[in-house]
């Protein structure tokens, strides 16, 4: 049966733990869903791990569309989650509804994803009321990178932490179906899941959250850039591809592929004709 928003708000209430992956294309998409994770993020991590930006803010909403229909048609039972690409939904309220509307109409999302707290609620609202479902994100949000001045962990000090709280409730009053909790203290994550009825995805953010997302390439050691201190390696693919690759150069060089399973035949009587 196909995840909704519901399941997922369902699976905080009986605390079964919300697992949540990064995917870009079919293939993968698919393998994820075989192993029964309860939703996919089309995430516009896509533009540094799948197109090597250095940051998100580049992402297009052609590139979120694409990529998100590939992920769709994977998808027989993970919730589909999109992000919403930066300046998609920043500069107004229509703007953001009408990208939206086009993740889901034409990428075929089942809901969308914004980073932001209070300045981005109106936005979250409007989406909501158009019955297209809307994840929060607060914390680390690499939109901000700039304005961050850097990748780093949210909310240490006072200020900063009561901020991400009252951001938080502001999302969930907002309408938000659950927000994702990037790069805050463990602790502060806890107090905010508690504090919160909408699930909390958290990456970088303990085990206090009801649920968690990685970008699957950090976690199969398929990034070549530094991977942060949040992303457990569960698995070294990575090294698995390179040492195919090796291989396959390594035989054809020697002749050794293709070999006799590998080719197609033709009648002898055939060829000698051709020589003729
Ligand atoms: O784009 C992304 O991969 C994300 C997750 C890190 C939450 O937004
Ligand atoms: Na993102």
Request: proline share 3%; net charge negative.
């Amino acid at each position: 049966m196909k995840n909704t928003v519901v399941t997922l708000q369902q699976q905080k209430l009986s605390r079964d733990k919300i697992t949540m992956l990064t995917a870009y294309d079919f293939s993968t998409a698919k393998l994820m869903d075989d192993s029964g994770i309860n939703a996919l993020l089309v995430g516009d991590s896509l533009g540094m791990v799948m197109l090597g930006y250095e940051d998100t803010l580049s992402v297009t909403m052609e590139d979120m569309i694409h990529h998100s229909k590939a992920v769709a048609r994977a998808a027989k039972r993970a919730l589909v989650v999109t992000d919403m690409p930066f300046m998609s939904y920043q500069i107004s309220v229509q703007d953001a509804l009408y990208n939206a509307g086009r993740l889901v109409k034409e990428g075929h999302a089942q809901s969308v994803k914004l980073e932001g707290g209070e300045e981005i609620c109106p936005q979250i609202k409007a989406i909501t009321q158009a019955a297209i479902p809307v994840m929060g994100h607060l914390g680390l949000t690499p939109q901000s990178v700039n304005a961050f001045g850097g990748f780093k962990v949210q909310g240490r000090d006072e200020e900063a932490a009561r901020r991400i709280i009252n951001s938080a409730l502001a999302v969930e009053q907002a309408g938000a179906f659950a927000v994702v909790l990037e790069c805050v203290p463990a602790t502060l994550a806890t107090l905010i899941s508690e504090c919160l009825t909408i699930p909390t995805i958290g990456i970088g953010a303990g085990a206090g959250c009801d649920g968690q997302v990685l970008v699957y390439q950090d976690m199969l050691g398929l990034y070549g850039g530094i991977a942060p201190k949040f992303a457990k390696q569960f698995n070294n693919v990575g090294e698995q591809m390179k040492a195919g690759f090796d291989s396959y150069i390594r035989e054809i060089k020697s002749g050794s592929f293709p070999a006799e399973e590998h080719i197609f035949r033709i009648d002898d009587a055939i060829m000698a004709k051709l020589q003729r």
